[in-house]
């Protein structure tokens, strides 16, 4: 008999596949996309996925077998290997780091030789409590007639028979311990004496992780004309275009297209990835699906336990019609779930940024990711934005994707009207409250006369983005980063936004030990406090990375405010985008100048979509929203685009000066990202891997530069950008960086030297 091997993945940053041997006893079980358990190294066992069976014997003394299978059932499908090895290749990294960013690490058990090792997924186990005997009608009358003299104990056997469904006729089912003490009023004694005398029983079941609620459905929302025409295009071109660009103002019912697509597929028996940029975002929309689709909708995020994950994992692979997962909700990760019959993705609000993985890799943009998984499953994807990507829409003007518009509010409720708000002007004449301008008081005056809710906006936690010696200018840094450490007055403490840390309040100068110290700036743990001075009546909540810490915070917040609970809502990004609340009239955009100052070639753009976005939370009902935007510097021209809601016009203005500048999409970008802890070391290094890239023709290479933050974690930073001409080849560019990269690291002193790659910044 020929042997045979399996090339293994494994979730390590380790190069390439490993191979091993097949024990005979494993053949018939070891397929692709089954978790093999092998040995790496002198002691250590890992889990990793089989990619491939072969029998090319490889070209090694020692070939090692396979330890054990984990489970005959394959944890992953052809397409997503498939899907994966592109991932890898594009973003020039290891499958071994997509399947860690991918699968749950619960699938990966690994251990040492020696010991066993141990599974990490354990099912959760639930109390239950059930009828210890086979009783008729004729014997649970006598057992009630016996327990008159124990009425608590009677009234548990009843609430129990209730709950039970016995007057339903089918055998009494199983109720869980902790909901049957509560509903008959919590008496524990009561329900051990009918154990003890053999009445009741427990037992334990294992139960989801997962919701168990069933949700009523309800048909869907008629399309208004205009909406119903739009969904009439984007099906037609849907059958010669697989992408199509969906640019619908605020509030004008894209999600209401998406819900009639979705409908379309479920029907055929496809799957639906619905991808959304923020988790905040999904606690409003996973209740508009679920009230149209039901129990098949699922969520996924990084919210989730490990446990969870595989469950919701799990349901999706199922892929059965009544209990799996048909249709997901989720985050950009969302890509990677098992998804065997993909019929459509849609990517909302597909201009945002946070679709970009930074770190650590796999360096992937969900969006352009979404969009070849897709291809995989021959299935559609729908972008949708009020305010497009450069990229997405300049592929819209060439018809590479498909394109559809809605032009009007649903309702026709009218955009909201902007108000700029001058700051400086407002400071020389002594108008200013705090950080209020007069004209943002003055709206929120209005809107809380009016019981209307506000919203406002600033980019920037904490309470003080620095503290600085009044003296000598002082300004305390993290030891770490080359950054300011942020003042959080709650947590009483100095945090470093970069790496975490924490130190106490200095209580004097670090330079001049002068106690005269300042705090300066401000971010939205600063504007609640003075917003509670400002209206004392109000009732103020914060939403921000430090006020959602636990699972359920970002519900609870957007509930209360739903329930008209809190009357201004302060926050950062989280509340920027796509919420949708009845009651909403007065935005407020704190410091409009921050956003437009940051040295990055999508600064402007994304500034526009920033404000555009805020500003389509406020007025989406009958009346007109108003939305203030203070700024120093009103005649800026974005700012005086956002006045006007002109998209188009910042398209031109951005794809002109991309054009020009050479930036994406007129050519392909890739940065390289050097850390040393030692600045000469890193400067040697990073010289010599630009010049060797220079040698290239075709490619223009910038940099070495320090970028804006310049050290993290004791790690001196350095980046190089290479932007490839168009007609170039992508994978020629990077076979050749690749090449570079690899003998820079077998230089001499480079061992402190850490290099990522990153593709489409
Ligand atoms: P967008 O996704 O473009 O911001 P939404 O789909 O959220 O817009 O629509 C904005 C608001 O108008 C939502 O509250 C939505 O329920 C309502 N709406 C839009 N279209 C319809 C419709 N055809 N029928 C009923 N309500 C609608
Ligand atoms: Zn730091
Ligand atoms: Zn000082």
Not at 106 to 125: A, N, Q, W
Not at 641 to 649: C, F, I, N, S
Request: proline share 4%; hydrophobic share 35%.
């Amino acid at each position: 008999m020929c042997h045979s091997y399996a090339d293994i993945i494994l979730p390590l940053a380790i190069k390439g596949r490993l191979t091993y041997s097949i024990p005979v006893n494993l053949q018939d079980i070891a397929k692709p996309g089954v978790q093999a358990m092998v040995q790496l190294g002198s002691s250590k066992i890992y889990t990793g996925i089989i990619g491939k069976i072969h029998h090319e014997k490889p070209d090694l003394d020692n070939i090692r077998p396979i330890v054990r299978i984990v489970d005959p059932l394959p944890v992953i499908n052809e397409k997503q290997l498939i899907f994966w090895k592109w991932m890898s290749d594009y973003y020039m990294c290891s499958e071994g780091e997509v399947i860690k960013a991918a699968i749950p690490g619960i699938f990966f058990p690994e251990g040492d030789i020696s010991m066993h090792v141990s599974e990490k997924y354990t099912p959760r186990l639930v109390t239950f409590i059930r009828l210890a005997g086979d009783y008729s009608e004729k014997g649970l009358n006598e057992i009630r007639d016996k327990l008159r003299k124990a009425p608590k104990q009677l009234d548990l056997i009843n609430t129990y028979l209730h709950l039970s469904g016995l007057n339903t006729k089918t055998e009494p089912r199983p109720i869980k311990k902790t909901l049957l003490l509560r509903k008959a009023g919590y008496s524990p004694a009561a329900l051990q004496g009918l154990v003890k005398k053999g009445i009741l029983q427990c037992i334990s079941l294992e139960v989801s992780r997962l919701e168990d609620k069933v949700y009523e459905t309800e048909p869907l929302n008629r399309l208004s004309i205009t909406q119903h025409s739009v969904l009439k295009s984007v099906q037609d071109q849907f059958l010669h275009r697989d992408v199509l660009l969906l640019h619908g103002i605020t509030s004008s019912g894209k999600t209401e297209i998406y819900i009639h697509l979705i409908e379309e597929q479920l029907k055929k028996g496809k799957q639906v990835l619905y991808l959304l940029p923020e988790i905040a975002l999904t606690t409003q929309i996973i209740k508009r699906l679920r009230k149209h689709f039901g129990n098949i909708t699922g969520i996924y995020h990084s919210r989730f336990s490990d446990s969870e994950r595989a469950e919701i994992w799990k349901k999706v692979a199922e892929n059965d019609i009544e209990k799996g997962y048909r249709l997901i909700l989720g985050v950009r990760s969302s890509i990677f779930l098992p998804f065997n019959n993909l019929g459509l993705v849609i990517v909302d609000e597909e201009h945002d940024t946070s679709y970009k993985q930074n770190e650590p890799a796999p360096r992937y943009h969900a969006r352009d990711s979404a969009i070849m998984l897709a291809g995989f499953h021959e299935a559609k994807t729908i972008l949708g934005s009020a305010t497009p990507s450069v990229e997405s829409y300049s592929n819209a003007i060439s018809r590479k994707y498909g394109f559809a518009e809605l032009t009007e509010r649903y309702g026709k409720v009218r955009l909201p009207e902007i108000i700029l708000a001058d700051t400086r002007e407002a400071y020389r004449k002594k108008l200013m409250v705090s950080h209020f301008t007069p004209e943002l008081l003055n709206a929120m005056d209005q809107a809380l006369a009016r019981q209307e809710q506000i919203i406002l906006f600033r980019n920037r936690r904490g309470f003080a983005p620095w503290v600085e010696c009044s003296e000598c200018g002082w300004i305390q840094l993290c030891r770490q980063c080359a950054v300011s450490m942020t003042y959080h007055k709650a947590e009483g403490n100095m945090l470093c936004h970069y790496c975490g840390d924490r130190r106490p309040v200095p209580s004097k100068c670090g330079n001049c030990g002068s106690t005269g110290l300042a705090t300066r700036g401000f971010g939205t743990e600063k504007i609640e406090d003075e917003i509670k001075i400002v209206f004392p009546s109000a009732r103020v909540a914060r939403m921000d990375q430090d006020t959602t810490r636990g699972k359920n915070s970002f519900s609870r917040i957007i509930r209360e405010f739903e329930d008209r609970r809190i009357d201004i809502l302060i926050g950062t990004q989280m509340i920027s985008k796509g919420l949708d609340f009845e009651n909403l009239t007065v935005v407020g955009i704190l410091n409009a100048d921050s956003m437009l100052n940051f040295p990055d070639f999508r600064a402007h753009e994304r500034s526009f979509q920033l404000m555009e976005q805020v500003s389509g939370r406020a007025g989406r009902r009958e009346k007109q929203g108003r939305v203030v935007i203070q700024t120093a510097d009103p005649a800026n021209r974005i700012i005086r685009l956002v006045l006007r809601h002109d998209y188009e016009g910042i398209y031109r203005i951005q794809a002109e000066e991309r054009r020009t500048f050479n930036y994406p999409p007129f050519c392909r970008m890739i940065r390289i990202v050097l850390k040393h802890r030692d600045k000469m070391q890193l400067n040697n290094f990073s010289g010599r891997l630009a010049d060797e890239l220079r040698n290239y023709p075709g490619y223009h290479v910038l940099g070495p530069e320090f970028p804006v933050i310049s050290q993290i974690q004791l790690y001196h930073i350095k980046t190089i950008l290479i932007k490839i001409e168009k007609q170039r080849s992508l994978s020629g560019a990077k076979e050749k960086i690749a090449g570079s990269i690899g003998r820079i690291r077998k230089m001499k002193g480079s061992g402190g030297l850490k290099i990522s790659v990153d593709v489409d910044p």
